[in-house]
T-cell receptor, first 114, second 113 residues
Framework: SQTIHQWPATLVQPVGSPLSLECTVE??????LYWYRQAAGRGLQLLFY??????ISSEVPQNLSASRPQDRQFILSSKKLLLSDSGFYLC?????????????FGNGTRLTVT | AQKITQTQPGMFVQEKEAVTLDCTYD???????LFWYKQPSSGEMIFLIY??????QNATEGRYSLNFQKARKSANLVISASQLGDSAMYFC??????????FGRGTSLIVHP
């Protein structure tokens, strides 16, 4: 069976500091990978998605970036965090090319930028 | 473009009663999937149930069922025999030909004892 790991669970970072959140998937190959952000009490905002190694699509312009250095590894980064980057970040995977494949989420990272 | 609308920001239900959470969608894709997720206060997103656009029968998973009315473009989630642990945010989502999911804004469900 497939599993998704996301870390860290919580993070407190000062404004202007860098960020690196990591997500890995086990038990499947060539998954679609996604990064979402959720502000407190709000819905999900798609930040990035990837259909393969090195293939990243950005949905929202911001100071965040994503990379997929390996098939089942997805990294969310920032060089300099802003206060507005605070939120709950969720990584997810689904099978490739299937509208009937649900997203499976990691447990999320709660980021507070101070 | 895809769109998901959840018009109920909050719902309350008595324990052991059934509750329906509304979801309407809009898409021009002939093939699509509809999903419901549960997000407890701990934050994880839990996949509950799936309905395909060509499925003739409504999907069921234990106490969850999806009331799919294709002509009305609605995909309501029905939770039977509510339990205190059902208190959570519930999100409706869809995927079409682009395989990029679209989520609704969510409905907060509170189950009273």
């Amino acid at each position: 069976s497939q599993t998704i790991h996301q870390w860290p669970a919580t993070l407190v970072q000062p404004v202007g500091s860098p960020l690196s959140l990591e997500c890995t998937v086990e038990g499947t190959s060539n998954p679609n990978l996604y990064w979402y952000r959720q502000a407190a009490g709000r819905g999900l905002q798609l930040l990035f998605y990837s259909v393969g190694i090195g293939q990243i699509s950005s949905e929202v312009p911001q100071n965040l970036s994503a990379s997929r250095p390996q098939d089942r590894q997805f990294i969310l980064s920032s060089k300099k965090l802003l206060l507005s980057d605070s939120g709950f970040y969720l990584c997810a995977w689904s099978f490739q090319g299937a509208y009937n494949s649900p997203l499976h989420f990691g447990n999320g990272t709660r980021l507070t930028v101070t | 473009a895809q769109k998901i609308t959840q018009t109920q920001p909050g719902m309350f239900v008595q324990e052991k009663e059934a509750v329906t959470l509304d979801c309407t969608y809009d898409t021009s894709d002939p093939s699509y999937g509809l999903f419901w997720y549960k997000q407890p206060s701990s934050g994880e997103m839990i996949f509950l149930i799936y309905q395909g656009s060509y499925d003739q029968q409504n999907a069921t998973e234990g106490r969850y069922s999806l009331n799919f009315q294709k002509a009305r473009k609605s995909a309501n989630l029905v939770i039977s025999a509510s339990q205190l642990g059902d208190s959570a945010m519930y999100f409706c989502a869809m995927k079409g030909g682009s395989y990029i999911p679209t989520f609704g804004r969510g409905t907060s469900l509170i189950v009273h004892p």
